[in-house]
């Protein structure tokens, strides 16, 4: 089983935004991100705001 510091729900903007932001400011940190939809992208990649 793998540990991660981080786990983040959902691949939208604000989850790539919180992947980034850890990426850039917490040197050395591990994380995930689970996303039930096949694609990245939340709201900007399906068809409706209420996905
Ligand atoms: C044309 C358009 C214009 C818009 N303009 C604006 C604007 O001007 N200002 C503004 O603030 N917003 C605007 N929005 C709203 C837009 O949805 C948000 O700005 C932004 O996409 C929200 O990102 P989010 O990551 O918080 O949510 P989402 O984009 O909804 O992403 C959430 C992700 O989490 C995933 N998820 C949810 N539950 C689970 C779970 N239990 N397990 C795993 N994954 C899960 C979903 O599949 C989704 O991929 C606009 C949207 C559209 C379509």
């Known amino acids: 089983m ?3 510091d981080v786990l983040i ?3 939208g903007l604000s989850g790539i935004g919180m992947a980034c932001h850890l990426k850039m400011t ?3 940190i591990t994380f995930a991100i ?3 939809r ?3 992208g939340g709201t900007w990649t399906s068809s409706s705001i209420q996905d």
């Open 2 to 4: 793998t540990n991660y």
């Open 9 to 11: 729900i959902g691949a």
């Open 26 to 28: 917490v040197p050395g």
């Open 34 to 36: 689970i996303e039930r």
């Open 38 to 40: 096949r694609r990245m």
